[in-house]
């Protein structure tokens, strides 16, 4: 299975998919399928890479939005306070006065 053709480009608006590759750039295809992309492309990401894998991607990535964040920490069993995203220092950012 060759992940970027079944993959929409919703996710992927600011790349020419053809020069990515798919192992060397799993973190990046992973976190936008999830931040920006179809439940399709979630599924395929989900049946392409491992769950440690994602998983991963996942607890290192600094700026989920906070509804991507929850769905994915429920979808693979991570504890919010394992991502990154989720860190005081990042959540105090998002505060507005």
């Known amino acids: 299975m060759n992940l970027l053709d ?8 600011d790349v020419d998919m053809k020069t990515m ?3 060397k750039h799993a973190n990046y295809i992973i976190q936008n399928v999830f931040e920006y992309g179809t439940l399709d492309d979630m599924l395929n ?3 392409y890479y491992n ?21 994915a920490a429920t ?12 860190s005081p ?9």
């Not at 079944?6 to 608006?13: C, D, E, M, R, V």
């Not at 220092?89 to 006065?97: A, C, F, M, S």
Request: charged share 40%; proline share 2%.
């Open 6 to 13: 079944q993959l929409s480009k919703k996710a992927f608006w």
């Open 21 to 23: 590759d798919a192992e």
């Open 45 to 47: 990401v989900h049946r």
């Open 51 to 71: 769950s440690k894998k994602i998983k991963e991607a996942f607890v290192n990535y600094q700026f989920f939005l906070p509804d991507s964040a929850a769905f």
């Open 75 to 86: 979808i693979y069993d991570i504890e919010k306070e394992d991502l990154k995203c989720f």
């Open 89 to 97: 220092k990042r959540l105090r950012r998002n505060v507005t006065r």
